[in-house]
């Protein structure tokens, strides 16, 4: 074959750049603007309703898909965020019309993979921790580690003093986690209790009757 077209070509002595640095992403969306949540001495009871007192003049957060552009999801989520200084208290609320899907029945299962809601919490670095709560009750807590395919998957044998639970309420399910912030720090290196991290908030629907997943 004769070539075409010629390429010219930059000797390897003339070329003057930097060596590449790998940096791993980060967990959460910098362009978003920053989630306050706003501090309360005693936090709700665990199986506090949506609308009950201790979550009523509560910010309501909206997810969108997980993908460019983001639209809001066929199935919308809406979450509420309060602590208390050692405590991240989360509730979710899932508009479910249809039947739940929860094969999980023990800790740290694939709890993932169910309908579930989920939350990735992290600092500055590149470890993380991820909590899954399914419509069940079931809990997974894991740690990982981004940017290296031998630690990226979670250790789901770690195990935090996390609280969970989860019911139905008509044609929605409610997701609570409860999560204790010391531990999670210590998990991740910082010292003491960073006053800022990076969190995703993270609600998957498996596909069913012929409808995709959705996240």
Request: a positive charge.
């Amino acid at each position: 074959c004769q070539p075409t077209s010629g390429v010219p070509a930059i000797p390897a002595s003339e070329v003057n750049l930097p060596t590449p640095v790998l940096r791993p992403a980060v967990l959460g969306n910098s362009k978003l603007p920053p989630i306050e949540v706003g501090y309360r001495k005693d936090l709700p009871p665990l199986y506090s309703p949506w609308n009950s007192p201790g979550w009523r003049n509560v910010p309501v957060w909206t997810l969108r898909r997980n993908e460019p552009w983001a639209r809001l999801p066929r199935f919308p989520t809406e979450v509420k965020l309060i602590q208390d200084g050692h405590t991240l208290a989360i509730v979710a609320r899932c508009i479910e019309p249809d039947r739940v899907i929860a094969h999980a029945k023990r800790r740290d299962g694939l709890v993932a993979e169910d309908d579930s809601f989920q939350v990735y919490l992290a600092t500055s670095g590149s470890s993380y921790v991820q909590y899954a709560v399914n419509p069940a009750g079931y809990v997974l807590d894991a740690a990982g580690h981004q940017g290296s395919p031998r630690l990226s998957e979670p250790y789901v044998d770690w195990n935090s003093p996390v609280r969970a639970a989860a019911w139905r309420a008509g044609g929605e399910w409610l997701a609570r986690l409860d999560l204790p912030l010391p531990a999670i720090a210590q998990t991740l290196g910082a010292l003491g209790i960073p006053r800022q991290w990076r969190i995703l908030l993270l609600r998957h629907r498996p596909a069913r009757d012929g409808e995709p997943q959705e996240t």
